[in-house]
């Protein structure tokens, strides 16, 4: 089976890491890793104020449902490390982004081991975590709008992931 791992960067609402974190549960994503400004639940070495790290998990959880207890998550301060820590693990690094290079998503065909990246709702992913993906994925738009939101992309994304057959 393929791994597949989530970065979920710089995304600042709660509701939408918490449902990402219950996508990823039912997919059987490996590990999420939140990065850059992304809240996360509480964790037992958590530096943020108790008050910041307890609204965090109230916010998160209405939406994760028990998700951020079951999914295996790691919050990580540089996600250019992280990056390349996965791409020295073997994981081929997708970024979910619009642009001129993207492939359909429909017409990718998987590594046996990825690692997704999803950015802000709002600015999409910073030009030096563009600069470190190997491949660009887009989910086509055939409507008015020109994005989906952050939490529904990740989940066409990561559905799409999991279950393409090679």
Not at 92 to 121: C, D, F, H, M, W
Not at 132 to 150: Q, T
Not at 154 to 165: D, S
Request: glycine letters at 8%; a positive charge.
């Amino acid at each position: 089976m393929r791994s597949i791992v989530l970065i979920v960067h710089n995304v600042r609402s709660a509701h939408n890491v918490g449902s990402i974190l219950r996508t990823a549960d039912g997919l059987g994503i490996e590990q999420v890793y939140l990065t850059g400004y992304t809240p996360y639940p509480p964790s037992p070495n958590d530096r943020r104020l108790p008050h910041l790290a307890q609204k965090a998990g109230r916010q998160i959880q209405k939406t994760a449902l028990g998700a951020e207890k079951t999914v295996p998550w790691e919050q990580r301060a540089n996600v250019l490390a992280l990056i390349n820590d996965l791409r020295n693990s073997g994981y081929e690094i997708a970024a979910l982004e619009q642009t001129k290079k993207a492939t359909p998503l429909g017409r990718y065909k998987p590594a046996k081991n990825i690692a997704l990246v999803v950015g802000s709702e709002i600015g999409g992913l910073e030009k030096g975590v563009l600069q470190m993906a190997d491949k660009y994925l887009e989910i086509p738009m055939h409507g008015k709008k020109e994005s989906f939101n952050v939490s529904v992309a990740a989940a066409i994304a990561l559905y799409h992931l999991r279950y393409f057959k090679k």
